[in-house]
């Protein structure tokens, strides 16, 4: 049994060693979001099934959706690595502030999968806490709201 634990602890330490070098420290949150993505494409399987809707095609399109989504979380903290290097090393001014950029992509992202999912699940008949589905939209509104804050954009002043 010990053997068992032990070999258990090395293969979890060793994928937790690789996804911090990979991902950072926070390599949780992209696996939260590979979990969402995984789980909005069954569910979504699971839809088109009940449904009578299922397609091979659609279900490739959904995959490729998903590989394009990591595509614009990878250009999201891409760029900003890119930038504050050439601030700091050029222009010597620091733009470690752009790194949000990953974070808020990665959010926005994150709670469209997750809405997704409860949409997918009320479509098959599941009964879906409504403050999920609330919550979820709040949030989506408040991470928009802040990002009209931010760029100084004014939606009640159409001059």
Not at 68 to 97: Q, S
Not at 116 to 123: D, K
Request: hydrophobic share 50%.
């Amino acid at each position: 049994m010990m053997d068992f634990v032990d070999r258990y602890n090395m293969i979890v330490g060793a994928a937790v060693a690789i996804a911090t070098a990979i991902f950072g420290t926070y390599w949780y949150v992209f696996a939260g979001f590979l979990l969402c993505n995984v789980l909005d494409w069954l569910t979504g399987w699971y839809k088109s099934r009940k449904l009578q809707k299922e397609s091979s095609k659609a279900g490739f399109k959904g995959i490729l959706k998903k590989l394009g989504y990591w595509v614009i979380v990878l250009v999201a903290f891409l760029m900003p690595e890119l930038f504050i290097h050439l601030g700091n090393d050029i222009l010597g001014i620091d733009l470690g502030f752009l790194v949000l950029f990953g974070w808020f992509t990665l959010a926005t992202l994150l709670i469209n999968e997750i809405r997704s999912i409860l949409e997918n699940l009320v479509e098959c008949g599941y009964n879906v806490p409504a403050f999920l589905i609330i919550g979820l939209e709040v949030t989506q509104k408040l991470i928009e709201a802040g990002v009209d804050i931010h760029t100084g954009e004014d939606k009640g002043n159409d001059q």
